[in-house]
């Protein structure tokens, strides 16, 4: 199956810095993106959908502007937190669309806030 | 609205022993889809299988197999001879919207340790 690879695995942050996720489709263009927030032991919950070139479109009670996403090309997708807390770690994972026939998942990224 | 209920929070088995996890779900749309994922506690998810609203059939692959009822809006998925390597969170999901097949509401997931 296609592979989407979703960088860093593990990221570390002080409070207050930003911390950016790619998320990269390896062997096909993916020109839609999706991207989920897990809480420990909870579910996956949809952030946003990435749309490559044009503004992403945000679920209700995420905030645009803390979570910025770019989808500037038809492989790459980023998702930055912007002036992490403590309450932003959680575990974030993408996943890319081929042509709407299936959606394959990155493989996740654990963000810790300290 | 759209919605999936995963009632069993956690299940507790034994090796060989057969399993089935439960997922009901809610959707005003006449075509939608639905998912099951395995997530091991590596994290990454695991796809298992797509269904459309349109095929009623149930599918077996290997161990697994899945029961689609749309009388009673239920998606079960069984583990026949469940192993060891099979203990992971396993998540039921539905599109979202229509024209949206891959933007999904996911259960609250059912955890499932199997003992040897």
């Known amino acids: 199956g296609a592979v989407v690879s979703q960088h860093p695995s593990r990221v570390i942050c002080k409070s207050g810095t930003s911390v950016k996720i790619e998320c990269r489709s390896l062997?096909?263009?993916?020109?839609?993106m999706f991207w989920y927030r897990q809480f420990p032991k909870q579910s996956l919950m949809l952030m946003a959908t990435?749309?490559?070139?044009?503004?992403?479109?945000?679920e209700q009670g995420v905030e645009k502007d803390k979570f910025l996403i770019n989808h500037a090309s038809l492989t790459l997708s980023t998702l930055t937190v912007t002036s992490a807390h403590p309450e932003d770690s959680s575990f974030y994972i993408c996943?890319?669309?081929?042509?709407?026939?299936?959606?394959?998942f990155g493989q996740g990224t654990r963000l810790t806030v300290v | 609205a759209q919605k999936v209920t995963q009632a069993q929070t956690e299940i507790s088995v034994v090796e060989k022993e057969d399993v089935t996890l439960d997922c009901v779900y809610e959707?005003?749309?006449?075509?939608?889809?639905l998912f099951w994922y395995k997530q091991p506690p590596s994290g990454e998810l695991v796809f298992l299988i797509r269904r459309n609203s349109f095929d009623e059939q149930n599918e077996i692959s290997g161990r697994y197999s899945w029961n689609f009822q749309k009388s009673t809006s239920s998606f079960n998925f069984t583990i026949t001879a469940s192993q060891v390597v099979d203990s992971a969170v396993y998540f039921c999901?539905?599109?979202?919207?229509?024209?949206?097949?891959?933007?999904?509401?996911f259960g609250t997931g059912t955890l499932l340790a199997v003992q040897p």
């Open positions: 062997d096909f263009q993916a020109t839609t």
């Open positions: 959707t005003r749309d006449t075509t939608y889809y």
């Open positions: 990435s749309n490559e070139g044009s503004k992403a479109t945000y």
């Open positions: 996943s890319a669309v081929d042509r709407d026939t299936e959606a394959f």
């Open positions: 999901a539905l599109s979202a919207e229509f024209g949206a097949t891959n933007k999904l509401i």
